[in-house]
């Protein structure tokens, strides 16, 4: 029987639709797709589903065997390959991969490693200490033992829930006093966050001492054997760093026109991540800080980062779901050779938290010449709070122009045009 099913897990974006009918044509056969979805998931009302019908959705409990087996029986000796694409799913993921015995697929351990934090800076600092910061991970019972737990770090200190994405909840603390009250604040909300978001696990806080620098992120991909293929770095601005509160990205850029030298440097940090987790047959998402004493990890994604699907293709020409399925069925990625353009990727949140009466502007940022999307996450109605309260973006835009300048003239118009309005 010929492989010729593409599985995924919980949800499919459009990227994903586009870069397996892409991989049809490339191995000259119709291929199919399967998502398995975890019930805790399902009714997640943000959760991306196909519309084209190229995938057919099973609703099932990853935590049953029976179920889990019964549901797969009929297509295991038709599955081609696995890809994961959203954090909220790559711990599903790692309980699916027993019933995928005959694909290339990360261990479950590692997929445990590059979603829980602590467990991922202990598998770093193990590694290699000098990409790591130092940290501490916290539960709302230690808060009692507070002063004891930190009484070696310098200050200003990053407080980060263990389990979340896209910097939520993240704040920066710059002595003892506002630690605890920010630990305190953190942990009367955390929990509504994870159960909002569907995230799996028990809700802690990881505490860490805070990297000066700048950031940038790394995509790579791993073959089942361990090679490792790095795409060029991404320049990324967090919000703190143009004065808005949170540390959420609030501009990715590509290039990010750093020194062959750096570049190199960059590369070799995110393959110690990579080989720290004892990752395999996945594509790897690093998230680092240029410093003074050189690269530090700030954490590591066994999945495509967001965004980057985009950013590589328009920057480098490079189809970046297509190599993530090609080398999760062992075949090699297409690297990217020189730039052939200019794209950013920008995030909106509210400058004031409330209720969201309105939100303006989408409309004519999509006219502009750079833009490629441009999209509100919220409606009128619902809750725009700051990243560091728990809050999600309020709208997106990429753009993309092979001329910089008017490119950076679209992004200025964009920020002025985009309006969140809250009472």
């Known amino acids: ?34 998502v398995l979805v975890d019930k805790t998931y399902a009714t997640h009302h ?98 009692k033992h507070l002063k004891r737990l930190v009484k070696d770090f310098a200050y200003p200190v990053i407080v980060k829930p263990a389990g979340l994405s896209k910097s939520l909840l993240v704040s920066q603390c710059n002595n003892f006093t506002s630690l605890r009250e920010q630990l305190e604040a953190t942990f009367k909300v955390i929990h509504e966050v994870y159960i909002r978001d569907r995230y799996p696990g028990k809700p802690a806080v990881l505490i860490e001492e805070m990297m000066q620098g700048e950031m940038f992120s790394v995509d790579s991909y791993v073959m089942h054997d361990g090679r490792v293929f790095c795409l060029p770095p991404v320049k990324v601005v967090p919000a703190n760093s143009v ?19 750096e570049v190199q440097k960059a590369h070799d940090t995110a393959r110690a991540a990579i080989r720290a987790l004892n990752l395999r047959s996945t594509t790897t998402h690093t998230e680092m800080y240029r410093t003074a004493d050189g690269w530090k990890v700030i954490e590591i994604a066994a999945r495509i980062g967001g965004y980057r699907e ?4 328009e920057a480098y020409g490079t189809e970046h779901f297509l190599n993530d399925l090609k080398i999760r069925m062992g075949m090699e990625p297409v690297m990217p050779d020189h730039p052939i353009s200019h794209a950013a990727a920008l995030d909106f949140y509210a400058e004031s938290e409330g209720t969201i009466t309105a939100i303006d502007g989408i409309e004519k940022v999509l006219q502009l010449s750079s833009t490629i999307e441009a999209a509100a996450h919220a409606r009128p109605g619902d809750k725009a709070l700051f990243s560091t309260n728990g809050g999600d973006i309020v709208a997106h835009a990429l753009m993309r122009n ?13 920020r002025k045009t985009v309006t969140v309005k809250v009472e």
């Not at 985009?310 to 293709?313: N, V």
């Open 1 to 34: 029987m010929q492989r010729d099913i593409v599985i995924t897990i919980n949800v499919v974006e459009p990227y994903l639709v586009r870069a397996v009918n892409l991989l049809s044509n490339e191995v000259g056969r119709p291929l199919h797709g399967l």
């Open 46 to 143: 943000t959760r991306p589903q196909d519309k084209t019908n190229l995938f057919k959705e099973f609703v099932c409990d990853f935590t049953d065997p029976d179920e889990m087996q019964k549901v797969l029986k009929p297509y295991t000796d038709r599955l081609l390959l696995v890809t994961c694409r959203y954090e909220e799913a790559i711990q599903p993921f790692g309980k699916a991969i027993p019933y995928l015995p005959y694909l290339f697929t990360p261990t479950p351990a590692s997929l445990t490693w590059s979603t829980e934090k602590p467990q991922m800076r202990d598998r770093l600092r193990s590694y290699d200490p000098s990409i790591v910061p130092r940290y501490q991970r916290v539960e709302s019972e230690d808060l």
């Open 243 to 261: 004065g808005l509160p949170g540390f959420y990205c609030y501009e990715e850029r590509a290039p990010a026109y750093l020194s062959e030298e």
């Open 310 to 313: 985009m950013l590589y293709r």
């Open 402 to 414: 092979e001329d910089l300048d008017q490119l950076e003239k679209d992004i200025a118009t964009a």
